[in-house]
């Protein structure tokens, strides 16, 4: 299982949090009743520890050998990302925010990747298309984190989350997103 | 030779078709009966336990790198479908599938035609199969092929079209408390369980 081990050692920060999203996770299979229960029950626990936590539940450890911590957004808008290489609207959106990274309009603001796939993937895909934001690979354990943030069951690809320079959750969205939607979250965070 | 017995033996001929041919639950049931000159039927079960056991056998070296790309294959799937309340079932959720195995996933929609509409849209080339069902009205499924990276092979995927309405038995478990499918965040569970 060294994939398995790749991903624990990669994710320290997700499995927490993969944790965190599995026991309300395992009663939402019972009945819709008990799903939408389990929602509210999930989405009280994930806005309590997201005000807590700001944008990173610990430090996060990129690609390109930068880790991110506590100290990296403290004073700055974040923009968190959630993407795959499998995911075809996602692909299509990372030259966009590649684009917005180094516009002055993101000058106080931190984009970070996070890759819902497995390392080598994101790394082929990155060799191809790089971008100049960090971007950490998650593994699929990373879709616990988007359940969280959007407080949804049910999942999709892209999620953006922007968080306003005092750390709290300010944007959400599924689908893509492009420069100017994230120019004008940003102005506002 | 006692009904016990050539159950048993019906079930072990039916697992291998199962895994080696790739037929069907039915197909392979109705097909070791007939080799066997039996007209005692195993149930879904017994068959699912000696599919367990010819894999364990004849396959373990290879199943469970096999089950985990189809699940992930899978579970992209269901991200990529998330509008329509994707549920995986079959060989892949109950942790039976090689590489031979359809990926059957469940799509819960109001509008039949949403699923297609959305292949379209996502210039995803698929094919519809109609058949009527035992009971009720027809059921409709798109089949789309995809090639794998991890396996360097072609996967099938099955999207049954379903009614919104029936979700609400969908996850009904079996005689032994093992539910037939479940959704993303279940089959992400199991990923992670390995």
């Known amino acids: 299982m060294s994939g398995l081990t790749r991903r624990q050692v990669g994710v320290g920060v997700a499995v927490g949090v993969a944790a965190l999203g599995a026991g309300a996770g395992l009663q939402a299979r019972r009945t819709r009743q008990a799903q939408a229960e389990a929602a509210a029950a999930s989405a009280a626990a994930a806005s309590a520890a997201a005000a807590a936590a700001g944008p990173l539940p610990g430090p996060l450890h990129a690609l390109d050998g930068r880790t991110l911590a506590a100290a990296d957004v403290a004073g700055r808008a974040v923009v968190l990302n959630f993407w795959a290489p499998w995911c075809p609207p996602c692909v299509r959106e990372m030259p966009e925010l590649d684009r917005f990274s180094k516009s002055a309009a993101a000058r106080d603001t931190l984009v970070i990747g996070l890759a819902i796939d497995e390392q080598p993937a994101v790394e082929k895909f990155l060799a191809a298309h790089p971008v100049g934001f960090p971007v950490v690979v998650l593994g699929y354990a990373g879709l616990s984190w988007v359940r969280k943030l959007s407080q949804d069951t049910n999942v999709a690809l892209p999620f953006s989350a922007v968080y306003d320079r005092a750390g709290r959750l300010a944007q959400r969205k599924f689908g893509p997103t492009d420069a100017a939607e994230l120019t004008g979250w940003v102005q506002h965070a | ?194």
């Not at chain 2, 895994?19 to 639950?25: A, F, N, S």
């Not at chain 2, 059957?104 to 210039?123: F, Q, S, V, W």
């Open chain 2, 1 to 194: 030779m006692d009904t016990d017995r050539a159950r048993l033996e019906v079930a072990q001929t039916a697992a291998r078709f199962i895994v080696e041919d790739g037929l069907d639950y039915a197909g392979a049931r109705r097909k070791a009966m007939q080799e066997h000159g039996t007209r005692d039927a195993p149930g879904n079960d017994l068959i699912e336990d000696e599919v367990r056991a010819h894999l364990a056998l004849f396959h373990a070296d290879t199943q469970p790198a096999e089950l985990r790309a189809l699940r992930e294959a899978a579970l992209r799937w269901m991200l990529r479908l998330a509008e329509f309340r994707p549920h995986v079932g079959g060989a892949v959720w109950r942790g039976t599938a090689t590489r031979n195995s359809v990926i059957a996933l469940d799509l819960y929609c109001d509008d039949i035609k949403a699923p297609e509409i959305a292949l379209l849209n996502r210039g995803i080339a698929y094919e519809t199969v109609s058949e009527p069902a035992g009971r009720g009205e027809p059921s409709l499924t798109l089949v789309v092929a995809e090639r794998d990276r991890e396996l360097d092979d072609w996967l099938t995927i099955h999207l049954h079209i379903l009614d919104h309405d029936d979700l609400r038995g969908a996850l009904k478990p079996d005689a032994r408390g093992q539910t037939w499918r479940g959704d993303a965040a279940a089959l992400q569970r199991l990923l992670e369980d390995e």
